[in-house]
C-alpha cells in the first residue's frame, strides 16, 4: 500500500533538549492512524514539522509524496486540527472559515458554501455568525476541527481531536473520523488509548521522543494470536493443564484469579475459530468451567503501558 | 526565501488583516492614534495663526492683510532660525519650507515627522508576534506559504498606514483651507501632496522595521516595547545628539531612517527623491530581514 506520509529519521532539538530522535515511519493510504505517547513524548512536535510549523532539525517528512517544505504545493490537499491555535477573538466564526477556504483555492461563494457544509458537518451550523470569542472551549474546538475538514483534504493530521469535548460530542468526532476510513487518511494524536484501539487500524507508540512502536493495530495488540478470558469462577490446575495441552495453545498466563491469557499458535483465521471451539469444549465440555468474558487480543492501554513504562495520562480520555 | 509568492494570497492575507484588525479594536486605535496626535499637532500650530488672525481682524485689518502678517511673522528671522536649529536643516531649505511653500503647514509636516516613527511603531508592531504567540498563524500556514502571510500582514499594516493619513491629510487641509482661508488652494493641494508623501515614505520603513521586530517574538507586549524603543528612542536621543552641536556624530542619525526624515521635504527635487530613495531601501532592507526570519523560525 502506498504511504500517504513517511517520515525519515527525523530529529528536532530545542537546544539542549532533543524532543524527537531518528523517528521513522510510514503512514499508509486511507488509513487511519493513531500517534500515541505519554505527555512530551513527542506527539505535537512530530505534527507541528509534518504541517511545517516547526522545521527538523534532521530527517525529513514527505506527504503525499511531497517534502513538507514545500508546503504549498500541498495546498488544499492537506489539512490540520493543530492543538490550542486561537481563532481571531471579535470575528465571525464563518468569516474566518471562508477566509482559510479561499486560501485553498475556492471563490468566495464556494468558500462560503464549503465553510457552512464543514460547519454543519460537526454540528455547529447554527454559529457560523457568532463571534469566536464567544463559543465555549467545546465549540471552539469543533470549528478548529471544521477548518480541518474544508474542502477534500487527502491527508488530515488531528491533534488530540476529542480533547475537551463532552462524551456526546467526543463520539460525535469519532463517528465523523470512522466515516472516512479508506476515503482519506487521518493521522489522530491522542491520550485516549481507547479511542485509538477503536478507531485505527495503524498505531505509532513515541516514548521520550523515540519511536517504540510503529504496526497495525492487530499486531501491536496481538488481537490475531491472543485470547483474553475471564471465568466465573477461579480456573483449576487440571483446566490449565489441558488448556496448554491444546495443539493451538503456544502459552496461557494467569492473570488474576478467575483471568487468564492464552497465546495462539495458529497462522489463519479459520485456525483461530478451530482454537476458539477448541478452548470452549476444554472449559466447558471437560472442566465445566463457564467464561463469562472471551476477548481478543490485549488492550492497547497494557501494550502501551509495557513500552512506556506505566507512563499514562489517561486524563484526557473521553 | 521569496519561493512560492503567490499575489492572490498576498492580497487575501492582507485585507482580511485589516478588516479584522479594524474590526477586533487594533485597527481602530490606530487609526485614532495617528488622528489624534496629528490633529493634536496641527493645533498646536493653527491655534495662534488663529489668534493672529483674530487680532488682526480687530485691529481692523481684512483677510489678505491677515495673511500677509502671518506670512510675516512665520517668514521673520526668529521662525526661520528656530525651525533651522530644530530641524538641523541649512538656511535654503528652511527658508524654502517657510517662504516658498505654506508656513503653517511646512511647520505641521516638520513636527509629524518628529512624531511619526513612534505613531507608526503603534500601529505597526503586532503583525505576527501576537498570532505566533497564541498559534492563530498556524491556521494560515498549511494554506499558503509563509512569504505571502509575512508580505500580506505588511501590506494590511500598510493599508491601514496609508488609510489614517490619508484621513489626517484630508482633516489638516480642510481645516487650514476652509477655517483660516489663508492660502491658495494649488498651495494647500501641493503642500498636502509633498507633506503626504513625506510622511508615507517615512512610515514605510518604520512599517517593515516593526513587522521584523513582530516576526522575533512570540508576544505582542515585548514587540511593542522594543518597537517603541526603535520608534521613540531616536527622539530622546535627538537632544543628546543634537546635530548643530555634535555635527561629527550626524551619521549616527543616518543609521536609521530617522536620519533622512527632513529631506523628504526638501525643495531641492534631487533630495527628495534621493530621500525617499534611501527611505524605499530601508524598507526593502527591513523587509527582507524580518521575512527571512520569519520564513526560517518556528511557529
Known amino acids: 500500500m502506498a504511504a500517504s506520509m513517511s517520515i525519515q529519521g527525523l530529529g528536532k532539538d530545542f537546544g539542549r533538549f532533543t524532543a524527537l530522535q531518528d523517528v521513522s515511519f510510514e503512514v499508509p493510504e486511507g488509513a487511519i492512524f493513531g500517534l500515541l505517547g505519554p505527555n512530551g513524548a513527542g506527539k505535537t ?67 462560503e458554501a464549503k465553510a457552512i457544509e464543514a460547519l454543519e458537518l460537526v454540528g455547529l451550523g447554527d454559529v457560523a455568525r457568532r463571534n469566536a470569542r464567544a463559543l465555549s472551549h467545546g465549540m471552539m474546538k469543533r470549528v478548529a476541527l471544521c477548518q480541518a475538514f474544508l474542502g477534500s483534504p487527502e491527508l488530515m493530521l488531528l491533534d488530540e481531536p476529542t480533547a475537551g469535548l463532552d462524551p456526546e460530542n467526543a463520539r460525535g468526532i469519532r463517528e465523523l473520523v470512522r466515516g472516512m476510513r479508506g476515503q482519506r487518511t487521518v493521522v489522530i494524536s491522542s491520550h485516549n488509548l481507547r479511542e485509538i484501539q477503536e478507531l485505527c487500524d495503524h498505531a505509532a507508540i513515541l516514548h521520550e ?51 487468564f491469557n492464552l497465546q495462539l499458535d495458529i497462522e489463519s483465521g479459520d485456525q483461530k475459530d478451530e482454537a476458539l471451539k477448541s478452548i470452549n469444549k476444554c472449559l466447558i465440555g471437560t472442566h465445566d468451567l463457564v467464561p463469562r468474558s472471551l476477548n481478543e487480543g490485549a488492550s492497547l492501554e497494557r501494550r502501551f503501558l509495557e513500552i512506556t513504562g506505566g507512563l499514562y495520562d489517561g486524563s484526557s480520555s473521553s | ?119 507608526t511603531s503603534i500601529g505597526s508592531f503586532n503583525q ?38 490619508i484621513l489626517l491629510m484630508i482633516l489638516v487641509l480642510l481645516y487650514v483651507g476652509l477655517k483660516l482661508n489663508l492660502y491658495s488652494f494649488g498651495a494647500l493641494m501641493g503642500s498636502g501632496v509633498q507633506g503626504f508623501l513625506a510622511l508615507l515614505f517615512l512610515s514605510l520603513p518604520y512599517i517593515t522595521l516593526c513587522g521584523w521586530v513582530s516576526s522575533l517574538f512570540d508576544s505582542a507586549f515585548a514587540s511593542l516595547a522594543i518597537c517603541l524603543g526603535l520608534g521613540g528612542a531616536p527622539i530622546i536621543a535627538i537632544s543628546a545628539i543634537d546635530a548643530n552641536t555634535h555635527a561629527d556624530l550626524e551619521w549616527l542619525e543616518r ?30 532592507l527591513f523587509l527582507l530581514l524580518g521575512m527571512r526570519h520569519f520564513n526560517r523560525r518556528d511557529l
Not at chain 1, 91 to 105: H, K, S, W, Y
Not at chain 1, 218 to 237: A, F, M, N, Q, W
Open chain 2, 128 to 165: 505576527t508576534a501576537g498570532d505566533i504567540g497564541n498559534r492563530g498563524l498556524r491556521y494560515l500556514l498549511l494554506r499558503t506559504e509563509r512569504s505571502n502571510i509575512y508580505l500580506g500582514r505588511t501590506l494590511g499594516t500598510l493599508y491601514f498606514s496609508t488609510a489614517s493619513l
Open chain 2, 255 to 284: 543609521l536609521l531612517p530617522w536620519g533622512w526624515k527632513y529631506e523628504l521635504l526638501s525643495g531641492d527635487i534631487g533630495t527628495r527623491l534621493t530621500a525617499y530613495a534611501v527611505m524605499l531601501g530601508f524598507t526593502l
Open chain 1, 209 to 259: 521522543g523515540k519511536l517504540e512502536a510503529c504496526a497495525s493495530m492487530d499486531e501491536l495488540t496481538s488481537s490475531g494470536t491472543l485470547v483474553r478470558i475471564t471465568l466465573g469462577e477461579p480456573l483449576t490446575d487440571a483446566a490449565a493443564a489441558d488448556l496448554q495441552a491444546l495443539p493451538q495453545v503456544a502459552s496461557l498466563e494467569r492473570t488474576g484469579p478467575m483471568d
Open chain 2, 1 to 119: 526565501m521569496v519561493s512560492g509568492l503567490h499575489l492572490r494570497h498576498i492580497r487575501l492575507v492582507g485585507s482580511y488583516w485589516m478588516r479584522f484588525s479594524l474590526r477586533t479594536g487594533g485597527g481602530l486605535m490606530a487609526i485614532f492614534l495617528v488622528l489624534f496626535s496629528g490633529l493634536m499637532v496641527a493645533h498646536l500650530f493653527i491655534t495662534p495663526v488663529e489668534g493672529l488672525i483674530d487680532r488682526a481682524s480687530m485691529d481692523g485689518h481684512t483677510q489678505g492683510e491677515a495673511a500677509d502678517d502671518i506670512a510675516r511673522v512665520a517668514e521673520s528671522e526668529a521662525i526661520v532660525n528656530a525651525v533651522k536649529w530644530i530641524t538641523g536643516q541649512d538656511q535654503a531649505e528652511v527658508e524654502y519650507l517657510l517662504r516658498e511653500q505654506p508656513a503653517l503647514l511646512s511647520v505641521i509636516w516638520l513636527m509629524l515627522l518628529l512624531l511619526f516613527p513612534f505613531v
Open chain 1, 45 to 111: 512536535t512530530l505534527f507541528s514539522i509534518a504541517a511545517g510549523f516547526l522545521s527538523a532539525s534532521r530527517g525529513r517528512v514527505e506527504v503525499l509524496g511531497t517534502d513538507v517544505r514545500e508546503i504549498s504545493a500541498l495546498r488544499g490537499r492537506y489539512s490540520m486540527l493543530p492543538q490550542d491555535a486561537a481563532f481571531q477573538g471579535g470575528i465571525p466564526v464563518i468569516e474566518q472559515l471562508v477566509m482559510f477556504a479561499r486560501l485553498n483555492g475556492f471563490s468566495y461563494d464556494e468558500a
